[in-house]
């Protein structure tokens, strides 16, 4: 793999040099670093290497990817200062002469931290999942432990298409999928839109994001989980973020647990984004429960995992100090600008 980025790596240099204008130098750019680009189909399929490896080629694909986003932007301002340079000559106006102002969109603040935890998540070995949102029962519910007379199965709490098909009220049922078509080892994040019949108010919404993660492998334990979500909300969330586990309940994970990280504004000194109490509460976690691996057809007495998720209009919240989630859905571009 080492060498097959370095083949990328001396390609796209290559190329880069022969673009002769922007647009070409775009669709260059796309071809190597964007979603579907040469390098990101090389992290992609880094869930195939050993745990030795990933991190190894991990950091080579990020010092690579640093390396192309530098000569595209050198490339870039080359151009720019030779098209500038060509209108100067052949374009009779005046240059000096301010100009009409172009607003400039950009990137959403919850697809900004869906790209944040994805490319935390790639880089340390994870493959990204994805799943219908009109889901069938036995996935969204059955086979993560949750029978017909649980609860959460209440039409009140879900949106019911049928008896049998709803909107999913979680990312979940993309695990359930995984786990009942690829064997083990899996290391798997899910991002995507979820959907619950709440009122709307300033911390619910009946559409909200979530992203969820997955590891099946023989001698997972609690510890691989705790020192997993260490690494991530520290790199999240800055380096000295610390975590706080507290007990809870899932019917798909035994033991559970609620997750809080420190206030990464106060420190935990207290704050009004902390509420002054030196927490935020962030994710639910635990370790996969032996009946949802069964019911995906494998062996608990061979494999064991953890799961975790969390919600990705909290984090936008918390990190950018937004008080209502409404804020996130009503498309202000007043508000927008500020991200």
């Not at 994040?189 to 709307?200: L, T």
């Not at 370790?287 to 069964?294: A, C, F, S, T």
Request: hydrophobic share 35%; proline share 5%.
């Amino acid at each position: 793999m080492k060498e097959e980025i370095s083949k990328i790596k001396n390609e796209s240099l290559e190329e880069i040099e022969k673009c002769s204008n922007i647009q070409d130098l775009n669709e260059c750019k796309v071809r190597y670093l964007g979603r579907k680009g040469a390098l990101t189909v090389v992290l992609r399929g880094m869930g195939a290497l050993s745990p030795e490896e990933r991190p190894v080629i991990g950091s080579l694909v990020n010092l690579v990817r640093d390396e192309l986003n530098n000569a595209f932007e050198q490339k870039q301002k080359e151009l720019e200062k030779e098209e500038l340079l060509k209108k100067i000559k052949t374009e009779n106006i005046d240059v000096t002469e301010p100009s009409k102002k172009i607003d400039l969109g950009s990137l959403h603040p919850i697809t900004q931290i869906i790209d944040e935890v994805s490319e935390i998540f790639l880089g340390m070995g994870y493959e990204i999942a994805d799943g219908p949102e009109v889901e069938k029962a036995i996935y969204n519910f059955d086979k993560l432990n949750t029978p017909p007379d649980h609860p959460a199965r209440d039409i009140q709490d879900t949106f019911y298409i049928t008896d049998d098909i709803l909107l999913r009220s979680q990312t979940s049922p993309v695990q359930a999928r995984v786990m009942e078509n690829k064997k083990p080892p899996i290391k798997i994040i899910c991002p995507g839109a979820v959907y619950r019949s709440d009122s709307i108010d300033s911390t619910h919404s009946p559409v909200f994001h979530q992203v969820e993660g997955l590891v099946i492998d023989k001698n997972i334990s609690m510890t691989d989980l705790k020192g997993t979500l260490e690494m991530f909300a520290k790199k999240c969330l800055g380096k000295d973020t610390k975590l706080r586990f507290r007990p809870h309940h899932f019917p798909f994970t035994e033991p559970s647990a609620e997750v809080d990280v420190s206030c990464f504004v106060c420190g935990g000194k207290g704050c009004r984004v902390c509420k002054n109490e030196g927490w935020i509460e962030l994710l639910g976690c635990g370790m996969v429960h032996p009946n949802v691996l069964k019911n995906c057809v494998i062996d608990p007495e061979i494999y064991s995992g953890f799961a975790f998720g969390f919600g990705v209009e909290r984090i936008a919240m918390a990190k950018f100090g937004i008080d209502d989630m409404r804020l996130l859905y009503e498309n202000d571009v007043r508000f927008l600008k500020q991200f």
